[in-house]
């Protein structure tokens, strides 16, 4: 069984520049989860998608984007990047109607 | 607006002993409720989960009791060990179907010391 993983693992970006963070769901799973940790803080939900479709949004701007594709591979775009987007970003695939979400170890995004 | 909520940022206690960490939530409409640890550099870890028509599930040293009336929930570690030192994050789903999300409380930080 396949876990879930995240690359890149650190990451620094200039103040409005993009990134993309992507995430390996685990074997089997339909269903990714993305959060933003920020220091002190716990995950605060961003998006989630089910079968390549966006089902569910958090409070955050347009700017954070994702997709998911045929494997349930996942990618978070977020543009125009500002200072206070620096945080650990973390994907959890599960399964359906998600009870228990497994998490990939997290991109450290550094905005300088 | 904190739907979860962990009042207690830190917890120390020796090892052998019980640790307790509490988690209060204000949406009764929440179904189901999970703890997760979190080492530094790692994503959360799975821990133990509870569905909201139990008041409890064990599993090993972990218990987690649900007291619906109270909002309020508790993980049970005995005996505490040292490797069970991490930050215990609670969470509560929320929503329908397939349209369902993870809320979370702010986290608390326990340190079993030898």
């Known amino acids: 069984e396949t876990g879930v993983t995240q690359s890149p693992t650190h990451l620094i970006k200039t103040r409005g520049q993009q990134v993309t963070l992507r995430c390996s769901s685990q074997s089997g799973h339909n269903t ?77 995004l550094t905005v300088v | 607006d904190q739907q979860v909520k962990q ?38 870890t799975f821990l133990i989960s509870i569905s909201s028509i139990k008041d409890k599930n064990e599993d090993g040293r972990f218990t987690v009791f649900l007291n619906k009336s109270a909002k309020h929930l508790s993980l049970h570690i005995v005996p505490s060990q040292p490797g069970d030192s991490a930050v215990y994050f609670c969470a509560a789903r929320g929503g329908a179907g397939n349209n369902r999300k993870l809320i979370w409380g702010l986290g608390t930080s326990l340190a079993v010391n030898p």
């Open chain 2, 7 to 44: 009042n207690s940022p830190s917890l120390s206690v020796q090892e052998g002993r019980i640790s307790i960490l509490n988690c209060d939530y204000t949406n009764s409409m929440f179904d189901y409720f999970l703890w997760y640890k979190k080492y530094p550099a790692e994503g959360p």
């Open chain 1, 32 to 108: 990714v989860s993305w959060y933003q940790q920020a220091l002190g803080q716990g995950p605060q939900f961003i998006f989630q998608y089910y079968r390549e479709e966006e089902n569910g949004r958090g409070n955050f701007p347009p700017r954070f984007s994702g997709l998911q594709f045929p494997n349930y591979s996942s990618e978070l775009n977020v543009n125009a990047l500002e200072l206070d987007d620096s945080a650990l970003y973390l994907c959890a695939s599960s399964s359906g109607g998600m009870a228990e979400a497994f998490f990939g170890q997290g991109t450290r």
